[in-house]
């Protein structure tokens, strides 16, 4: 027999059950298919940020997770192979918790009533069906929703109904665990954080007894298959840092084996969320379904979070409109006029979406890809202090942009051309001698070329914004 319901989320992940909740609270039943037989807490721990939290109050669940998570109070930035400290910044007037996934999906999944998750449940075909979709189990179970939400993570069958590509594997791995520190760990409220030689770590208390870490590197073919693997995964881990900090190793040393995981990391091409289709008809993707990122601005699971809460709202505004004082329809009509209602919802939710993704991803990738990497290793204070801006700046509150950009862009271009090309032909005093011998030497036009390779790196992506920002405005 077909099961009939009004809203099926696939997922029960933090975008899902986010979405879940933020629909209850406005009265509104959904229900969660989850694939696995229980709660997944792969990952452990995440970063949460400012906008994290205010998504979580806005649910209703903000304040019981706080009482259970320590309050960060800033950043520890070493190079891996130096001993003391390089860079701190301060999270003064800002709120940032090392959230545990389990005490969040838990709590999420507690507030909403008990027959709102199906486990064991693993979607694995979409059917168009009239003003409905049909939804395939992998048990043989077919359930009809007038609205299906995909909040089913990276490899998300959602997405791929909507026509979004696979998400791209970066070529970097990421392994991640958590620590149990009987009797209290001692670090005190620091997320500490090493660079150098292609391996960024780190580590955040979540409370007085639990500590999250986490390696990203490069792997080889060989080191692939490590993710199968926790006693190798743990080995490969301490090997890896063992030049790091003694705090970090200790870390590491008190993981237990079902404490440690490994993923590859993948990312969703920005421009498909120009171009792609968030929402088609009565369906739509959120979380990692809609803008898998690559960790290194800690804002995947914060933006799914909020994703949760504005579909929420857009559906809710959808679905309860009332009818009354409207003549009484056919129900064909009735039918109709819903799913069209339905369908501007799901349209509203994906253009609040679609720049903000789009900030995200790329923000994220700029942050793990550009020259930033380059300078990492020098000064790391320069990339904490960027992602630091980047999140108290227009990544959490995406203007609207009234851009008139084009002039200004020009002469912020022009400035910076010149202060690189000068950089490049007037070095400073202490080093004229040795760089007339090296112009001797060499030839100025190496100089000159590796000026204007400063200058293409520095600008590259203000104008891939700016000029994808001016496509957007167009388009919408
Ligand atoms: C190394 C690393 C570090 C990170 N650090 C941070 C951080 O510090 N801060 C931060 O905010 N984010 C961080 N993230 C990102 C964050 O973990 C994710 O963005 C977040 O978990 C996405 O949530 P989601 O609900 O969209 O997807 P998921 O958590 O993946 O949930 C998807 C759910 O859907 C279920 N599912 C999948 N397919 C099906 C199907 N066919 N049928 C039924 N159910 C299905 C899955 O079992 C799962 O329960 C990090 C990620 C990585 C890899």
Not at 253 to 273: A, F, V
Not at 287 to 306: V, W
Not at 330 to 349: C, V
């Amino acid at each position: 027999m077909e099961i009939v319901e009004d809203v099926v989320i696939v997922g029960a992940g933090i975008a899902g059950l986010t979405t879940s909740l933020g629909l209850h609270r406005l009265g509104i039943r959904s229900l969660v298919l989850e694939s696995s037989d229980r709660l997944r807490t792969t990952g452990f721990a995440f970063t949460t940020w400012n906008n994290a939290w205010k998504a979580l109050d806005a649910i209703g669940v903000g304040e019981s997770l706080r009482q259970q998570h320590q309050l960060a109070q800033g950043i520890l930035v070493t190079s891996t192979f130096l001993e003391k400290p390089t860079a701190e910044v301060s999270f003064k007037g800002h709120e940032i918790r090392c959230l545990q996934r389990k005490l969040l999906l838990e709590t999420l999944a507690n507030e909403l009533p008990s027959d709102t998750i199906r486990f064991s449940s693993k979607v694995v075909s979409i059917e168009e069906s009239g003003f409905f979709k049909r939804i395939h189990l992998a048990d043989g179970a077919i359930i009809k929703t007038k609205v299906l939400i995909g909040g089913d993570g990276v490899n998300s069958v959602v997405a791929k109904w909507l026509g979004f590509e696979k998400p791209v594997f970066t070529g970097r791995s990421a392994i991640r665990g958590t620590a149990k520190f009987e009797g209290g760990h001692g670090f005190g409220p620091k997320f500490r954080q090493f660079v150098g030689k292609g391996v960024r770590s780190g580590f955040l208390p979540c409370d007085d007894d639990t500590v999250y870490w986490f390696m990203t590197w490069t792997p080889d073919i060989k080191e692939e298959e490590l993710e199968e693997d926790p006693i190798k995964l743990k080995q490969f881990a301490m090997n890896k840092l063992k030049d790091t900090s003694d705090e970090m190793k200790s870390v590491m040393e008190k993981t237990s084996l079902d404490g440690i995981i490994s993923s590859p990391l993948r990312y969703r091409r920005p421009w498909e969320l120009l171009w792609g289709n968030i929402s088609k008809g009565n369906v739509c993707v959120a979380g990692d379904a809609l803008h898998p990122m690559t960790p290194d601005l800690g804002q995947g699971g914060c933006s799914a979070l909020e994703d949760g809460v504005i579909l929420a709202r857009c559906l809710a505004q959808a679905l309860l409109k009332s009818s009354a004082g409207e003549e009484i329809k056919e129900k064909f009509d009735e039918e109709e006029d819903k799913y069209k209602r339905i369908e501007m919802g799901l349209k509203n939710f994906a253009q609040e979406r679609r720049w903000r993704s789009f900030d995200l991803v790329s923000t994220a990738y700029m942050v793990w890809n550009s020259k930033f990497e380059e300078e990492l290793e020098e000064d790391p204070l320069k990339l904490k202090q960027f992602v630091i801006s980047k999140l108290k700046g227009d990544a959490l509150h995406p203007m609207t942009p009234d851009l008139g950009q084009g002039g200004c862009s020009a002469m912020e271009d022009a400035l910076v051309l010149a202060r690189c090309l000068a950089q490049a032909l007037l070095k400073p005093a202490g080093e004229e001698i040795r760089q007339k011998k090296l112009m001797q030497k060499r030839n100025l036009r190496g100089l000159k070329l590796m000026g204007l390779k400063n200058f293409s790196r520095e600008r590259r992506w203000t104008s891939f914004d700016l000029i994808t920002t001016s496509i957007w405005f167009d388009l919408t």
